[in-house]
């Protein structure tokens, strides 16, 4: 029952916009339903009758933009900038952290003089290095960490200036 009130009344209330004022008539049928109709229905009671005016025309009026065009482009051309230098950064430090990865990678062979011999136990060999091939290891790590800080700094430089 609820839904036929609901179509009728969109019906209606579209169609109202056609005429100048009409006549809405709400019967009950013998049966207990509800219809909402423009036009008297034999065998049905009168529950009530409604007026349907159409609502005045809506009133258009311009709403100046604010801020001026001028300032929102200059706004605009900055924050462009900034993302783009931002954008810059981000494939300046991805470019220097697969570089860093790459010395690392690279490093891991002992250079001449950083190997001191070799050590067997239980029938294994094992290199034994100097502490100046440690000490490398650790810059070469030191310099991956460090170019992963600069790209993780990009990102979040980056996404503030998107938000």
């Known amino acids: 029952m609820t ?83 931002a954008d810059a950064e981000i494939k300046a430090a991805d470019r220097a952290l697969k570089e860093a990865q790459e010395r690392q990678q690279a490093g891991v062979e002992p250079l001449p003089g950083e190997r001191l011999g070799t050590l067997s136990i239980s029938g294994r060999n094992f290199s034994h290095f100097t502490p100046e091939y440690f000490d490398r290891q650790r810059q070469l790590a030191d310099d991956v960490e460090a170019a992963q800080a600069r790209l993780d700094e990009a990102y979040r430089i980056r996404n503030d200036l998107r938000d």
Do not use: C, M
């Open 3 to 85: 839904k036929i009130k609901g179509v009728v009344f969109l019906a209606l209330a579209l169609l109202s916009g056609l005429a100048a004022a009409q006549t809405v008539y709400k019967y009950r049928h013998r049966d207990g339903t509800i219809v909402y109709s423009d036009t008297p229905i034999h065998g049905a009671k009168l529950i009530g009758q409604f007026e349907l005016v159409p609502l005045p025309p809506q009133e258009t009026r311009e709403i100046p933009a604010w801020p001026p065009a001028g300032s929102v482009d200059e706004r605009a051309r900055a924050r462009v900038e900034a993302l783009n230098a």
